[in-house]
């Protein structure tokens, strides 16, 4: 088997696969776009099996952290079996360390593959539906902020107004460019913003969608830097009353949901859990955002036969507000390569880790990586790939 970087000439096997997998139906213009690179996977000469891995940023403790979004990854189905896919995730690590990319996160519609490559559940990704009548029972804004149509003069503003609010939600991506196109937004059927005096206070991206007898508002964006701003683009979705039966929203800020919206106490949520692994636990630890605590250390022992570079024993050492790893200690904590990433976003507590198999070793010890990760709600993303 020979695995290497895609190029423009794969494109007609790339989206035979694509179509084979996942009944792609429009072959995409080009392969290699900006922000992107891919392997595939040949056997006899023939291509057998692709993926792709898109230059994102995740937010943790404030910090954006490189990360390879993994997608399309597909395999032949007369080639299957053969180990394809799991070789290409092999290659991927090494790929996606040579990239800077510390970290990798895949949604996964077979998790037993991905966790046999060191891959965890970390977060999620969610949908959930508005009934009016609960959005119309929402608090009233006590300022009144007019809104207007967003334009191509906004765009910097719009990125600037995300990232005040997803800098502070671990998980969410930078939306850099030039993976994401920013520009792109503008082709919403609604994209209406809340002018400030230093910038933009908030606003709001949404498509009309058919559903139900009058059909349905589907929202990607409703961003806010303070409540008043999260209440008048609340407000703003009032006035759909009569014209739509719901609205389905996608959290990019949960308190928009958790502490200001009338859910009731059932209501629909679609949710889809993505899987971080983390590439490079020295690069990774360097670049994320922590909590400043007095001078502390703890010793690992890193199970990762799919990552020799960081495999061992490692000390994470927090010193005068710095966190950074250290080869060497007594590997007094023991955790395995599907352990890294819940604990590096937060998803998950070594207690819990450990009821699952995947760290072991003194729980006074492991309490120092709990101090460390100190999340604060459930890892999200906001964005699919």
């Known amino acids: 088997m020979h695995i290497r970087e895609y190029i423009e000439d794969d494109l007609d096997a790339v989206f035979r696969l694509h179509k084979l997998a996942f009944n792609s139906s429009e072959r995409p213009e080009q392969l290699v776009r900006p922000g992107t690179h891919g392997l595939v996977a040949e056997l006899d000469g023939q291509v057998a099996g692709v993926l792709s891995i898109g230059a994102f940023a995740q937010f943790y403790g404030g910090a954006a952290v490189p990360m390879g979004g993994i997608g399309g990854v597909a395999v032949n189905g007369a080639t299957r079996g053969r180990g394809v896919a799991a070789a290409l995730l092999d290659k991927a690590l090494s790929t996606m360390r040579e990239h800077g990319q510390p970290l990798s996160v895949l949604y996964a519609t077979v998790p037993t593959l991905y966790r046999g490559r060191g891959w965890e559940r970390a977060g999620l990704f969610e949908w959930i539906e508005l009934p009016m009548d609960r959005l119309l029972s929402a608090p009233k804004p006590a300022e009144l902020i007019p809104s207007r149509p967003a334009d191509e003069s906004d765009l910097t503003a719009l990125q600037d107004c995300y990232l005040e609010v997803a800098r502070t939600i671990d998980g969410m991506a930078d939306r850099r460019s030039p993976r994401i196109d920013v520009a792109k937004v503008l082709e919403m059927d609604l994209v209406s913003v809340l002018p400030g005096p230093n910038g933009l206070r908030?606003?709001?991206?949404?498509?009309?969608?058919?559903?139900?007898?009058?059909?349905?508002?589907?929202?990607?964006?409703?961003?806010?830097?303070?409540?008043?701003?999260?209440?008048?683009?609340?407000?703003?979705?009032?006035?759909?009353?009569?014209?739509?039966?719901?609205?389905?929203?996608?959290?990019?800020?949960?308190?928009?949901?958790?502490?200001?919206?009338?859910?009731?106490?059932?209501?629909?949520?679609?949710?889809?859990?993505?899987?971080l692994r983390v590439v490079d636990l020295p690069a990774a630890v360097a670049a994320r955002g922590w909590p400043r605590l007095a001078n502390v250390a703890v010793d690992l022992e890193i199970i990762d036969e799919h990552a020799p570079w960081h495999a061992g024993n490692q000390r994470i050492v927090a010193e005068d507000g710095v966190v950074r790893v250290e080869p060497g200690g007594t590997g007094a904590v023991r955790m395995h390569a599907r352990a890294l990433g819940p604990w590096f976003s937060g998803f998950q507590s070594t207690h819990a880790l450990r009821r699952a198999g995947l760290l072991e070793g003194d729980p006074a010890d492991a309490v120092v990586l709990d101090q460390l990760a100190g999340a604060s709600g459930v890892p999200r993303l906001a964005d699919f790939f």
């Open 202 to 275: 908030g606003y709001l991206t949404a498509k009309r969608e058919p559903g139900g007898d009058m059909g349905r508002l589907k929202v990607f964006d409703l961003i806010g830097v303070d409540v008043e701003a999260q209440l008048n683009l609340l407000a703003s979705l009032k006035s759909w009353a009569g014209t739509l039966d719901a609205i389905d929203l996608r959290i990019t800020d949960p308190a928009t949901v958790n502490l200001l919206g009338a859910t009731p106490l059932r209501y629909s949520v679609w949710t889809s859990t993505w899987m």
